[in-house]
């Protein structure tokens, strides 16, 4: 028994978190009351055991999501409370303060934040003690989709659909399943250098779907370009360290192969030296769930790439950037001193910041040190 406690906390994560649920429901056949709708599974074939690893059995037959909603004030989550899914998640498991932290950090890790701490880890230990085998707790458009104005629930469809796939081999048996502890052992090669780069594909507009071929040699070429990317870098001008590839649908290991020796042979795909060939594949049948009226087709099959590169400290060098920007005027800063955050702890964390980025170059250069740059 493998059971996985989903956290989503604060406003992004309330949102995110709600339409995460909204498509493993749909992928289950469970309806918005929590229970199990058979006639969705056309096939017969479903193996619902699996159900248990992000859902608990109630007493009346009833799923109930292993899940805990936390924000400071309550407008977003009495919107779960109040909404279509307002049945399927248990009471105790929406907490809500009564005020939020206004955007400022330090307000909410050093005071509001304070008063809710002891008993959103009550509700967490409760969860906890209502598994078996906990194996892990995780917080967790414009132009493939064609939206002018992308909303926020369109992006957090989007977000959905990439991390449906990382979790489906917890959800759905699968010979060629990749586990959580998995995706530790083979992306994450020093505890510093754990940030992968997620590409989706395909990610294609009801309109354009039909002019489409879906095809797997298509998906895995599309999860090497840019513009299915979810953090803007340049991966060609960095090194990979490994890769898993996460196919879901009507995929056969043959296919796979094939798509990967003609990635390798016709893209420039550079990894460090003491990582030649570092793939990992997973493989999971059941196909993926389209949420009905929303912008993005359904599609036989579909691939999430995990990839642990060099590149991304490109996302760090603009962050760094910016901060700089910003803490060289002083801006804003006095807003978090007056919550009881310390200046130095600015300083501390842009120098961190900077070491990271550099952790990155040095193993773009081969010259990275483990020892040195552990914690």
């Not at 598994?131 to 957090?156: F, V």
């Not at 879906?214 to 360290?241: A, H, L, W």
Request: charged share 25%; net charge negative.
């Amino acid at each position: 028994m493998r059971e996985v406690i989903s956290l989503h906390i604060g406003q992004a994560g309330v949102q995110i978190g709600s339409a995460c649920w909204e498509l493993f429901c749909l992928e289950h056949g469970i309806n918005p009351s929590g229970c199990l709708n058979l006639q969705s599974d056309q096939s017969g074939k479903r193996d619902i055991s699996s159900l248990t690893t992000f859902f608990s059995e109630s007493a009346d037959g009833h799923y109930v999501p292993r899940t805990l909603l936390a924000d400071l004030e309550p407008t977003v989550v009495d919107v779960i409370r109040t909404g279509k899914y307002k049945h399927l998640f248990h009471p105790l498991q929406m907490v809500t303060g009564r005020e939020d932290a206004a955007n400022n950090y330090a307000r909410g890790h050093y005071s509001v934040g304070k008063d809710m701490i002891d008993k959103v880890m009550d509700r967490i230990r409760r969860l906890a003690e209502n598994c078996d085998g906990l194996q892990a707790i995780y917080n967790l458009c414009h132009r493939n989709l064609d939206i002018d104005r992308p909303s926020y629930p369109n992006l957090n469809r989007l977000i959905a659909q990439v991390v449906s796939p990382i979790t489906a081999s917890l959800r759905f048996e699968d010979a060629l399943n990749v586990d959580l502890m998995e995706f530790q052992t083979n992306l994450v090669p020093y505890p510093r250098i754990h940030f992968p780069l997620v590409t989706y594909a395909p990610i294609v507009s009801v309109k354009k779907a039909c002019y489409e071929t879906f095809s797997v040699m298509d998906i895995t070429r599309n999860c090497f370009e840019t513009s299915n990317q979810m953090v803007k870098c340049d991966p060609t001008k960095g090194k990979y360290m490994s890769i898993c590839l996460l196919y879901r649908g009507n995929v056969t290991p043959n296919d796979v192969n094939e798509a990967i020796s003609a990635i390798r042979h016709r893209r420039q795909i550079n990894f460090v030296e003491w990582c030649p060939t570092g793939f990992k594949i997973g493989v999971n049948h059941e196909p993926p769930t389209a949420v009905p009226g929303d912008n993005a087709a359904p599609v036989p099959r579909a691939l999430c790439m995990l990839a642990n590169t060099t590149a991304i400290a490109e996302a760090w060098a603009r962050l760094n950037v910016k901060f700089d920007l910003m803490y060289s005027k002083r801006a804003f800063i006095h807003w978090f001193i007056g919550e009881g955050m310390e200046e130095g702890e600015f300083i501390d964390a842009r120098e961190d910041m900077d070491l990271l980025e550099r952790d990155y170059k040095e193993i773009a250069a081969d010259e990275f040190d483990a020892d040195s740059n552990d914690g």
